[in-house]
């Protein structure tokens, strides 16, 4: 209907999508034949794209999803596998009116198979610079993610590298963030990791948290780690004084709709607290997650929440602006972005 023209129209900011999560089951075939990487032999989803498809309408939780994700990673080896698995994410991407896109990546799960973090950068680099060119409307920036299923000092050890290598004073790397499983990896275990990359002068923050995870992870996150931002904190929600500061602190909660859905957060897309959000003037922005595994991009991501929550024009003009005012980009650029 009208609505989903104009959902369509509006210019879109992502600020959640991990560019490992864009890799399709077909891709993920094709490249892992073309580097020769055996897949998997006991388990049946492997046997071809369409069980892998299929699988993934089954998912039971944040973890049982990761495992998949983590297999999707063993394909991607050359640079030349980064720049089409983010290429084809922009052209998506642009194809639906996003304008603004900060894409995640997880260096630790490439540089422990031996793929090096320049070769990740590198890959990703050319495919910003082809869409410089192809999609002159669209700002990119990457933000890398420590893993939380990892020891502690691997988080450090990534850090470091980052740090040598320059990235985050130089245009290349705009923030840091951590995301993998969430329960029992509280935000305390990370704090000297934040400390260090804040004494270091890296100036943005983030962490997945409130996901699977109760509110008071996403309280913890705010006070210990600093973070200007919470990627889902979906489950903020169930702390009213949470929900008074987020609002508060203009925290913008990067929510991602239909990633709660399959990895069973919530029963129902109506569970997801938007409207509570939008009443409490918490800042949040609507986000794909992981697209290739959760059954869409950003507009039906944005079409689900309309679907669900039959919003008004001027509810996404307030989430419009509000993901704006929430990304990581010069001021100059939030202007043209209005
Ligand atoms: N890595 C990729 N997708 C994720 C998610 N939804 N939660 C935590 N870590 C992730
Ligand atoms: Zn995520």
Redesign the pocket.
Known sequence: DKLHQLLQALPKCEHHV?IE?TISPELFFRLASKNGITLPSDDPAFESPAALHARYQNFTS?DDF?HY?FVGFSALINASDFEALTYDYLALAYSQNVYHAEIFFDPQAHISRNVPYHTIIAGMNAAKARAAVDFPKLSIEFIPCLLRHLPVPSAHELLDELLASGHFFDGTLVGFGM??T?LGKHPSLYKSVYDSARAAGVSNFTA?YG?EGPSDYVKDALSLLNVSRIDHGRRSAEDADLVAQLAESATMLTL?PL?NVI?KGVDRMQDIPIREFLDANVRFSINS??PAYFGGYIQENYCAVQEAFGLTVDDWGKIARGAIAGSWCSSSRKEQLL
């Open positions: 991990h999560g944040l990761l994700y995301s993998s969430e997945h996901e991602c990633s990895l997650d992981d």
